[in-house]
Structures are given as C-alpha cells and as structure tokens.
C-alpha cells in the first residue's frame, strides 16, 4: 500500500463568488448572468482539499477574517478532515474573497481581495514550525504575504522538507530567494509574467521552464490547461500531455493539479508519473462547476486513472 504523505499547505481562504456569463461586461454597461455559484476557495485552501481528497493528511496554516466566512471557513476545512490547529481567525479584518466570471467556454477571470490572507506572516510559520518539521511537503502561493513565502521556503530547505510554490497570483519576485526550491508551478499567464517570455504552445513553455530553471529551481511545472503541461528538472525537460475532458469550468485545475501532484509525488511515484496522474486529477476538476466542490475523491480519480492511463 502507498505511504500516506503528509503535507502543510501555508496558503489564503477565501470565498468564492462565482457568476457564469455569456461575456464579460464593458465599462459602464450592465448585463444579465446566467448563474451564480457561492463556495469555499482560495489558492491554499483548495491545494489542501485536493490534497486531502486525494488521501493525504493534510495541515493547513491560515488566517480568516472576523466575518461569518471566517467560521464558515474554519468548519469547511474540519469537515474535509483538515488539521486546523493553525487556522486562525483575526479580529477587525474580512475574510479573503474571490469575485469570479466564468464565460461559456469554462474560461475564468478572478479578483482576489486577500483581507486576512494578508496578515499571515513569518512569526505564524514560526508558531507551526514543531508541526512543519514533520511534514513530507510544504506548499505555497502568493495570495498571502511573499515574505512569508520566502521565510517558508528558507525554513524548508534548511530542515530538508520538500517545498512547492505556486507563484499565483503573479507578481514580481525575487526568484533568487527560491534558489533549491523543488517545484515551481506556475500556469501560462504567471509564467509570462514573471519570465516575460511568451507562453503560446507547449514548445514555448519549454524554453520559459528552461529559463525559470536557470535561476537556481530544481524543478519547474508550467500547467497548460488543455495542453497539459511541461516538465523540466535536471532529468530534462518534457510535454505531458493533458486527458480529453469536456470542461465546464476551469477555475481551480491548477489548485487540483498542485494538491494531487504533492499527494501523488509523497507516495513514492517518480516525478514523470506524478504529474500524468496529476494533469487527469485537474482536467476532471474541470468537469464540475466550482473550485472545491469539482475535485474527485481518490477512488472516483483511481477508476478514472485505471480506465484511461492504458491510453495514454
Ligand atoms: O485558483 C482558484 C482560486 O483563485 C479561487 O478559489 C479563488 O479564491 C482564487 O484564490
């Protein structure tokens, strides 16, 4: 039987509030939308669930706000079965919150206003730190201070725990302060930002992962959507390609590829295989409405993985 990994997600909750429409409405104009969705979301928090439901014991460090999403937030994260000793509400601030627009094509636009997300910092890490020591697997984004994620990435190496950033949304980063990390997963427009390099077609994505690697990461993931994605360490660079799915809504494959990569990554598989398996774990994501709600449980992904990897 597979090891059960272990893994700490350091990461924003937010809210999501989801509206699917025909398009996305111009400056001074009002239109109608066809759909409202309202869920738990947030970059971290979905990792942890993905990672959860794909049966890893998961432990979540995050800050929430003094609203009723705070609470909401808290008992959504218990009722997955995710540690929450280090989940803490703070007074005086909103939770994290994500107005989304999601068009016909399952394409997504996302405004993140990160409230209490913001005030996660490296004390906190420090607070977890006994808990940290123990893990198989950090994970990080960016919708919580960077500095925070620059002392977490620090703290990881020099305790030998394997570290995952995913450097969304994109800003501007001091890359050198990622030196030795073991995974950088970006997807193509974070990937863009941050290199300035065009991320048209998997060939692209290839030259923008060899360019990230050379900044001192051991291993650069560039999530493609419907391409799949590209993989590159110093075993080489390589396009996995994606599983045919009929997408109705892409937001949050990315928290679903990174959760079920880090899960299937901690049970020993090789790197190659772990993100093939990963890349299925977020197209199917795509197949439901959603962030959290649209992740597979790992026995409905493993009757999806034995039924399509023979194809692959
Ligand atoms: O990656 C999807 C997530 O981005 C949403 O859940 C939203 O909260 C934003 O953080």
Not at 37 to 43: A, E, N, P, R, T
Not at 113 to 141: F, H, M, R, S
Not at 263 to 272: D, I, K, W, Y
């Amino acid at each position: 039987m597979a090891k059960r990994p272990r893994i700490a997600v350091i990461g924003s909750a937010n809210i999501d509030l989801t509206t699917f429409s025909d398009r996305f409405p111009k400056a001074g104009e009002t239109i109608f939308g066809q759909k409202f969705d309202l869920g738990f979301g947030g970059k971290g928090a979905n990792q942890a669930v993905a990672a959860r439901l794909c049966g890893a014991e998961v432990f979540m460090i995050a800050r929430v706000g003094s609203d009723l999403f705070g609470p909401a937030t808290i008992q959504n994260f218990q009722k997955q079965g995710i540690d929450t000793t280090h989940v803490k509400q703070i007074g005086g601030v909103s939770s994290g919150v994500a107005p989304i627009f999601v068009e016909p094509d399952g394409q997504n636009r996302i405004f993140v206003v990160k409230g209490a997300n913001d005030l996660l910092k490296p004390a906190d890490v420090d607070a977890a730190a006994d808990l940290l020591k123990t893990v198989d697997c950090i994970v990080l984004q960016f919708e919580i201070p960077l500095e925070t994620v620059y002392y977490t990435v620090t703290f990881a190496r020099k305790n030998g725990i394997r570290c995952i950033v995913n450097p969304a949304p994109a800003q501007p980063i001091e890359i050198s302060a990622l030196a030795g990390l073991d995974y950088f997963i970006p997807n193509e427009s974070e990937a863009e930002a941050i290199t300035k390099m065009p991320v048209r077609s998997p060939e692209d994505a290839k030259k923008c992962a060899e360019k990230l690697l050379a900044n001192g990461l051991s291993g650069v993931i560039l999530t493609l959507g419907s391409n799949g994605s590209v993989l590159a360490s110093r075993n080489g660079i390589e396009h996995m390609p994606a599983f045919p799915v009929k997408s109705i809504d892409s937001t949050g494959a990315g928290d679903a590829f990174i959760g079920s990569f880090a899960v299937f990554l901690g049970e020993g598989l090789p790197e190659r295989e772990a993100v093939l398996r990963a890349n299925l774990y977020a197209g199917l994501s795509t197949t439901g409405v959603g962030t959290q709600k649209s992740f597979y449980d790992r026995a409905r992904y493993d009757a999806q993985w034995a039924m399509r990897s023979k194809s692959q």
